[in-house]
């Protein structure tokens, strides 16, 4: 998407061409809370050694470390 004020198309019109809702473009997304991150971090870690693990032993492999802490 072009923001320049310059351009020749309008965002609307940006939006219409990549079929993207306009309100897609202008949504201001929340900061995800660092606890959040931080555990995604560790589950995209998991899945990169571990790419077989479903959600289920992932959800069991949490629940083990958190028992052990």
């Known amino acids: ?3 320049d004020q310059g351009s ?3 965002i609307a ?3 219409r061409l990549v079929s993207v809702n306009r309100s897609t473009w202008y949504y ?3 900061d995800e ?3 959040n991150v931080e555990l995604m971090n560790m589950m ?3 899945h990169l050694d571990h790419p077989t693990w479903g959600s289920r032993t992932m959800r069991d492999h949490f ?3 958190s028992r052990s802490v």
């Open 1 to 3: 998407m072009i923001e």
């Open 33 to 35: 809370r660092e606890e």
């Open 44 to 46: 995209d870690e998991l």
């Open 63 to 65: 629940r083990n470390m």
């Open 8 to 10: 020749p198309l309008a």
């Open 13 to 15: 019109e940006q939006c």
């Open 28 to 30: 201001d997304g929340k």
